[in-house]
């Protein structure tokens, strides 16, 4: 092990936003589907690519592209991020799962409950204008439908 190197972490969220670019082919899109600003996308970019030393894309018209270095870190971004979801799989209890959390406009929730008919414990529903929803953080910082957990 190199140990100029030894005291260097990259942060896992920088990690998911190299995938996350790789998924949508440009910044401003990974940013939208992060919750993040474009701005908030290239700082974390330009930080890995201070870490590792080399540029990881190329601007191209509608995105871009990575290079060949960035093809490496990709692939173990990738593998990074498998692990995390690993570890964090083994402190929870198997029959343990993440609520479901679903996001609907106001013009649609009574017509969505109707049909349902009733909403299991494990769902939780959040209501507002699309536009708020579209743009709410993935930690669904948007306030529930009252009555609806």
Known sequence: MHRRHFHINIPTEIVRTIVVISETGSFSKAAERLGLSQPGISAQVKRLQTLVGAPLFEKVSGGVIFTEVGKIVLGQARRMLEANDQILALVRAPNESEPIRLGISNLY???????????????????????????????GSIPACPGIS
């Open 109 to 139: 929730v009574e017509q969505f409950l109707e049909t349902c008919q009733g909403v299991p414990p494990s769902v939780h529903i959040n209501c507002d204008r699309s536009s708020v929803i579209r743009t709410a953080s993935p930690n």
